[in-house]
């Protein structure tokens, strides 16, 4: 019974060191089939200027908050063209068979007691043309030359058959009150500017959103790969370990719990790594995300290497400067001052329109007879036959309630404009100082973390020489392993940390263009 006990251990050894190998043989390889080809990888390095120009080049968002800034600008042309003129040409022929009933304009006849007809034809063209006036007004332009004959047997009562006719004609309205002046009639001009500069500044935004994310997610790539170094160099102290354990055991100066517990070691090291590769390919995922290719790309197999490291120096922060640059540059600032100017434009107009409608109203035509079109186009223009006329009109509805709702509603949108103005400051004064405690909290941790981090190591030599002369166990050099990976990857944490939050304050700011020198046009 003590024979075949004491040879449980050795199996169990044996087994453990079987399924260790499997394991070291799929950290090098994400496939579980060996007979599996393995796909082929292309890996390309990428700085963070790279991966933030390309992620503008063909961002989704981008696109869609660039085609919203393009609608709004053709707004502007929308409320331009109601003051564009009009031009109205129309040729009308017509042709009127009547019986008469008695004869017409000195016109005999030789039968009376017959019915005659009167067979009139008509050649007209006019010619309209209007436009809308700045200051609420409206012109009209209108000529209609016009051809005239009639029967032969009735033609003696007209003075020329056929005869041509044309008629000048002149009509100029303009409010007074309610809709006049050039102030009241471009407010929606006006608006429709201040909307396509809020759309700029929603672009200008948006992208600094994607930057600003490309920028975390560049970081978190560069941590994940350090982090897989940090887990390789603790498999690798596990692995040296083990071997120095094993070759104890086998001289009979060390238990084989020690080895034991130094092939669990391994193993948990081991399956660190996988996860530590696994966080790699998904950071990776999620940058070419972000660089938005194309479909058949993203399902193609391509490592991204980082081509940058992260800085480790603290950059000179002031919080009363920081302030006012975010408050200077920030774009919903601007989007809200617009949202303050374009609610007073609209109140104005309102309040215009509390005012009852009073037209002022004038006519002037020319008219001209003759024989032919040169003829009448002469007396047309002679000035010898004219007509005019002036008048005043004046309506209001009474009470005129739908105006007067409109004004109330005006008024508080033009109050919520300025408290949002004021609310959008706020949210940026206490951003900003977030950040900035944020970037000074992570360098502090960098400096805290790496002094931690050289003690581990200190401490884990010293465990280390312990041991070599039998004054310590596995156990603890197991334990003051696992402390300095532990303290290195909070080292490496606080390093990312530290540079996230360097982009976080850009963003805050609005100066993360600005880092790249990026211009938008």
Do not use: C
């Amino acid at each position: 019974m003590i024979g075949n006990s004491s040879t449980r251990p050795h199996r169990l050894v044996v087994l453990l060191l079987a399924g260790l190998g499997w394991l070291s043989s799929q950290s090098a390889s994400w496939g579980l089939d060996a007979t599996q080809p393995i796909p082929v990888e292309r890996r390309e390095t990428v700085s963070l200027a790279d991966a933030a120009v390309r992620a503008l080049q063909h961002n989704l968002d981008i696109s869609i908050s660039r085609h919203n800034k393009e609608s709004r600008l053709a707004d502007i042309i929308v409320e331009q063209s109601k003051f564009d003129p009009n031009l109205s040409i129309n040729g009308q022929y017509n042709r009127t068979v009547n019986p008469l009933n008695r004869p017409v304009f000195g016109g005999t006849g030789v039968n009376l007691n017959q019915i005659r007809i009167f067979d009139q034809r008509n050649h007209s063209v006019t010619v309209d043309a209007s436009t809308n006036l700045i200051t609420g007004g409206n012109f009209d332009v209108n000529y209609s030359p016009a051809r005239n004959s009639v029967n032969q047997d009735v033609a003696t009562g007209f003075l020329f058959n056929p005869s041509w006719t044309g008629g000048l004609a002149f009509t100029f309205t303009q409010p007074l009150l309610r809709n006049a002046g050039i102030a009241i009639n471009k407010t929606f001009i006006k608006v429709a500017q201040n909307n396509a500069e809020v759309e700029q500044h929603v672009f200008r935004d948006r992208v600094m959103t994607v930057v600003s994310t490309v920028e975390q997610t560049y970081w978190e790539l560069v941590f994940a790969n350090e982090n897989l170094k940090v887990a390789q160099a603790a498999l690798k102290a596990a692995e040296e370990l083990l071997a120095t354990n094993r070759a104890k055991a086998k001289a009979g100066i060390m238990s084989i719990v020690d080895v034991l517990q130094a092939e669990a070691a391994m193993a948990s090291r081991v399956e660190q790594v996988l996860v530590a590769e696994k966080a790699i390919h998904d950071q990776e995922d999620q940058l070419r995300r972000l660089l938005n290719p194309g479909e058949e790309e993203l399902r193609q197999d391509v490592r991204l290497t980082p081509a940058d490291a992260p800085v480790t120096v603290l950059e000179p922060l002031s919080l009363q400067e920081a302030i006012d640059i975010a408050i200077e540059q920030r774009p919903e600032i601007t989007q809200a001052k617009k949202q303050i100017e374009s609610g007073e434009l609209n109140k104005q107009f309102a309040r215009n329109q509390l005012l009852p409608t009073l037209s002022f109203q004038g006519t002037l035509g020319l008219a001209g007879l003759g024989g032919d079109y040169s003829e009448a186009f002469t007396r047309n223009f002679s000035g010898d036959f004219y007509n005019y006329g002036a008048g005043l009109v004046l309506s209001y509805p009474l009470g005129n309630r739908a105006a007067v709702s409109t004004y109330s509603k005006r008024q508080l949108e033009a109050k919520n404009a300025e408290v949002a103005l004021a609310n959008v400051r706020q949210q940026i004064i206490v951003g900003i100082r977030e950040a900035v405690r944020r970037v000074q909290t992570d360098f502090k941790r960098i400096e805290t973390t790496r002094s931690a981090r050289i003690m581990a190591e200190k401490q884990l030599q010293a465990e280390q020489e312990r041991l070599k002369v039998g004054l310590s166990t596995t156990r603890f050099v197991l334990d003051f392993q696992r402390d300095l990976a532990t303290a290195q990857g909070n080292e490496l944490r606080a390093v990312v940390d530290y540079n996230k939050s360097l982009s976080n304050l850009a963003r805050h700011k609005a100066t993360t263009l600005d880092r790249y020198h990026l211009e938008l046009s």
